[in-house]
């Protein structure tokens, strides 16, 4: 039995690492019988609110910066996790053995603070990265840029109804810029409106659809809208994707923004070099300890 794996329940282990609650990487959960799930504290209780069997017996959260120690019994395995700038309470893991360190990063964008913990694992002798966009064709502008182009789209438009597209869980800090910059809440339907709760956004939602002016909505609904041709008169759909490289407006209403969760292409290459892992891999090429 291994002694710890992450985002993956093939295999038998005493310790089941989650980088965060996307479903990708959540896959076979529902299955996992013994072990113990870590994950921080948002991940964890996303994950409760979709899986009710999930006790709280069984589950573990974790903080950044604080080493823990997983063990077999003979082997120890010190355990540090960090920020992954991704979605709400995604975590990076570094993993030391005697004989191995290792990064395993889930997955992440580039930021300040994961420089600076690339940094401090400079040399590393494994790393297993995001590698998403990992091809040249994918440059992306900062979050925050994108956040402004954005907030400028919808300033021009309150007068009529805005969609802007989610995910389950992520581009949740959309919704909290517009709130602070326009002081406008965004509705979003019921279980987003738990999952805000949980990652502390809740003031920025209303459950008031009635009254509201901008919609959240799932990514998936809004590609069909804009695939089907179902837009409606006096909307604008404000779609926040990896997918395009440049702002685009399409038909006058799909307003197509790159804002990614993940990083670019050259962002990539600036924290393997930071970094300068002896070997580095794919993520699901990590097979535990
Ligand atoms: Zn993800």
Known sequence: MKTVVADNFTFKAQNYLISHAHFDH?????????????????TIEILKLFNKNMLDLYTRKIETNISYTLSNGTNPISLLASDANHCPGALMYYFKTSTKSILYTGDFRLNKKVEDFALQLKGIDVAYIDTTYAVEKYSFMSQESAIIEIIDIVRKNLD??????????????????????????TYVEPLQAKIFKIIGLEKTITKDFSNAKIFG???????????????????????????????????????????????????????????????FYPLVYFKGL
């Open 26 to 42: 959540i896959k076979g959960i529902k299955n996992h019988i013994k072990g113990f799930v870590f994950g921080s504290h948002i």
């Open 160 to 185: 009529k109804k805005v969609y802007i597209g989610l995910y389950t869980v992520g581009k949740s800090n959309i919704i909290k810029a517009l709130y602070e910059e326009l002081e406008v809440r």
């Open 217 to 279: 909505v799932d990514l998936k609904i809004l590609w069909n809208i804009y695939n089907n041709k179902m837009e409606q008169p006096n909307s604008i759909y404000i779609i926040p994707t990896g997918w395009v490289v440049n702002p685009m407006v399409v038909r006058n209403c799909f307003y197509l923004i790159p804002y990614s969760e993940h990083c670019d292409y050259y962002e990539l290459q600036r924290f393997l070099k930071v970094l300068s892992p002896k070997e």
